[in-house]
């Protein structure tokens, strides 16, 4: 569960994004909805702890410390971060390779992801390869076979045409109901949100 208390977000206290803001997620997909410069990819980045807020608190599970890489949560940003000295299969078994040693099992179920995410015959293909579309395909990848409890995405099927952007639509929503996590995600698209979301912020 994630808490905003009071919070205000941005980069001068003169002039904050948002004020006073207070919210709870629970285990639902969320999408926030506003105008460009209106404070959702600062929302994100202050719930995964990467800015602080002006003023208020981001509670994590009951924890009121909010450090990035200790909270649990996974951002899949904008554009789609990869690491280009590994192939798409390593990518998406990079946090098993951090933690220690990768099963057989853990290569199957990064194999399945690969598949679902229609990646399949690129599996040993380096992402400086890969389209633009196909990278962020990549990122959803290794964010959900990570199975996190809480995942922010920041505009995540932006790059994708839309057949494959509905199909992955699809995805992010029976990964969900099957974790049964938070997932909060950003989107200039009302249609976007009316589809995946259970609940709809407007900023």
């Known amino acids: 569960m994630i808490v905003l208390n009071d919070l205000y ?5 003169n002039s904050p994004l948002l004020e006073g ?5 629970n285990k639902k997909i969320y999408g ?13 980045r202050t719930i995964a702890g ?3 807020p002006l003023q208020g608190e981001v509670v994590i599970n009951g924890a009121k410390e909010n450090r990035p890489n200790k909270n649990g949560i996974y951002m899949l940003h ?18 098993k390779k951090v933690k220690g040693r990768v099963t057989e099992k853990d290569k199957d179920n990064a194999l399945k992801m690969l598949e679902l995410v229609k990646l399949d015959e690129h599996v040993h293909k380096y992402p400086r390869q890969l389209s633009g579309g196909m990278r962020q395909r990549l990122a959803l ?5 990570m199975q996190p409890q809480i995942i922010l995405m ?11 952007r509905a199909e992955m639509q699809k995805l992010i929503i029976r990964m969900q ?3 049964n996590n938070t997932i909060i995600m950003v989107t200039h698209s009302t249609d976007e949100a009316e589809k995946m979301c259970d609940e709809i912020i407007k900023l």
Request: net charge negative; charged share 15%.
């Open 141 to 145: 990848a290794r964010t959900l076979f």
């Open 50 to 52: 990467l800015a602080k």
């Open 9 to 13: 977000t941005g980069y001068s206290r």
């Open 32 to 44: 926030i909805l506003g105008e460009s410069g209106c404070g959702k990819t600062t929302l994100l």
């Open 154 to 164: 920041d505009e995540p099927l932006s790059a994708l045409d839309s057949v494959t």
């Open 177 to 179: 109901k099957g974790i």
């Open 78 to 95: 904008q554009n789609y971060t990869s690491f280009d000295w590994m192939t798409c299969l390593d990518n998406v078994l990079i946090a």
């Open 21 to 25: 803001f207070n919210y709870q997620f």
